[in-house]
Each structure stands twice: as structure tokens, then as C-alpha cells.
Nanobody, 122 residues
Framework: QVRLVESGGGSVQAGGSLRLSCGYT?????MGWFRQAPEKEREGVAS???????SYADSVKDRFTISKDSAKNTVYLQMNNLKPEDTAMYYCAASPVLSSGFCKVVGGLGYWGQGTQVTVSS
């Protein structure tokens, strides 16, 4: 069992920055972030594997950076130059499987955190 606890969400103006944190009780091969805006499907944002590989959604490349501090059992998502379209609930994910660049969390495979809200105003 893996417990994931997100923090760091909030409200910012466009162009601002936030850093999300995800504390975990146990790591998996793939650790990552997803987001879900109202009335939209959950989408992959970024992932990092245990061998250090990273992957990003095209919409956040060059603005977001995912990192992991194994000593602190924490995964981070640094978000710069935020845009209103980044507004969403952000979820941390952990999975033994990387699929299409993101952690695969379906059925009993993988884990979700409870989410943290990010709101970007124009």
C-alpha cells in the first residue's frame, strides 16, 4: 500500500509560480502528476521514473519541472509561467508501470493522492 499526500496548491495570477509537493510512504517505479479540470478528463502532466527519466505533456514542457528527493520521500512539481488553462485539481500518482510517458494507474494498479487545487487567474 502506498499513501500519497499532496500540498502546495493555491491561487496565483497568470505568469506566477507554484511548487507542488507529494509526500509518499513508498516509492514505485513511476511517480508523477496528473490534473483534472472541471468537466474534463484527467490528463498526465509529468512523470519521473526510478532511473531518473522524465516525461512531460506538451502543454507544460519548458514551464513545469518534476523532481524527486528520495531522502525526503517527496516528489515535486515546479510550475512556472502559469496560465489560466493550468487551472485544475492536481493529483500525485505512483505506479509500477509507465505507459505512454505517464504513470499507469487503473483498477488496482497504482495509487492516487487526494489532490490539490491550483487556480490561475488572468
Amino acid at each position: 500500500q502506498v499513501r500519497l499526500v499532496e500540498s502546495g496548491g493555491g491561487s496565483v495570477q497568470a505568469g506566477g509560480s507554484l511548487r507542488l509537493s507529494c509526500g509518499y510512504t513508498s516509492s514505485r517505479y513511476c511517480m508523477g502528476w496528473f490534473r483534472q479540470a472541471p468537466e474534463k478528463e484527467r490528463e498526465g502532466v509529468a512523470s519521473i521514473t526510478s532511473d531518473g527519466g522524465t516525461s512531460y505533456a506538451d502543454s507544460v514542457k519548458d514551464r513545469f519541472t518534476i523532481s524527486k528527493d528520495s531522502a525526503k520521500n517527496t516528489v515535486y512539481l515546479q510550475m512556472n509561467n502559469l496560465k489560466p488553462e493550468d487551472t485544475a485539481m492536481y493529483y500525485c500518482a505512483a505506479s509500477p508501470v509507465l505507459s505512454s510517458g505517464f504513470c499507469k494507474v487503473v483498477g488496482g494498479l497504482g495509487y492516487w493522492g487526494q489532490g490539490t487545487q491550483v487556480t490561475v487567474s488572468s
